[in-house]
């Protein structure tokens, strides 16, 4: 069976959403989208549902997720079940890479996974071929809020590269140049990303007394030990995030 790395099973196990945005957050994208009560939702990555669930909830959505982490399916049907929205929101437990929907959607979704299609450009395409004529892709993905002085810099942001990044106005530049009007944007936040970073240092900390002899226990550890200060000096002051929604232009 596939699954992701179990690191981000065990890091990650406690988040309900697992990228710097927050509830309040999602609420403000899934209003400013102006979802149609019935609107079909497509979401690559969907990771512990609480996209999909939240909106069902709130707006009406009918959703479907693929999330190749089999305790983040576990988790998003869970969710679902908990919100009450088993009827309306599917979610399927395997590989994303070049998934296409049998029926057209609204809202075609790929938030904070955009190597599943290779990259923004590619996973841009791949959502295209399940979307509805007039729909609206959406595209979760980091930018520079301070370009790194050095390549050091962006690498000790968890990047390979500075080249890997843009800054939000070249981000943004480069949907119109993949032929794509950028129609709305929620940006995250330096408190969302606490949110998302933060919330791994518990997590590691129970996860370390429950599982002492563990094969993985010596990584949390060193992890635990050192994504504080790497995190406050590098990716919350450098990475910013957002969702965009995109319309083509065609
Ligand atoms: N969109 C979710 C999850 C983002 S984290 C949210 O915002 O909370 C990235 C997600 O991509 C993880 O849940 C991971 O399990 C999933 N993933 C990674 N590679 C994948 C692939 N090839 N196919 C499907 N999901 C994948």
Redesign the pocket.
Known sequence: M???PRI??IT?SA?????P?TPDKLATLGAALRLAPGTRVL?????????LCAWARDYGIIGT?????QL??EQARLRAVELGVTDQVTFIH????G?ISEEKVGVA?????T??GGGVAGTIELLARSLRTGGIILI?EPYWRQLPPTEAVAKGCLANAISDFQMLPGLLASFGQLGYDVVEMVLADQDGWDRYEAAKWLTMRRWLEANPDDELAKEVRAQLTSEPVRYATYTREYLGWGVFALMARH
């Open positions: 596939v699954d992701i981000f099973n990650e988040h309900r959403i697992h990228n945005i979401d690559l990555g969907s990771g512990s549902g609480e996209m997720g693929i999330d190749m982490s983040f399916t395997g590989d994303a890479t998934y979704a790929c938030v904070g996974a190597w599943i979760g």
